[in-house]
């Protein structure tokens, strides 16, 4: 049997005593699809000089440049809550602190 555990308190989630909440967040750019149609299929067929530089490319860059190459800010995040997180959670996503950016301005 899997044991849960909260991820923002750490505290173990009984299942008999309390609701697992499952928190997903998508992380991705945002492509406006109503452009779609100016991308005409046209475009599809590249040349082969078009390949061979792509390769080149792709071959200059070192393994975690590339990964950055290819990375288009896409990201799958997943949280398992205790019922008092999901509360403070939903309180707050995004986690702002409001009154933080005073903190350093009163020299
Ligand atoms: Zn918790």
Redesign the pocket.
Known sequence: MLHYS?D????PIDPAVGIRHVVKINVFPAVDSQNDESCSPENQSLGDDHLDDMHDLLERLEEQDLAAFLDDGTRSLRFD??D??RQRFLQNPLGIQPNKSFTFSDN
């Open positions: 909260c923002f308190c750490q505290r809550l205790c008092a997180c």
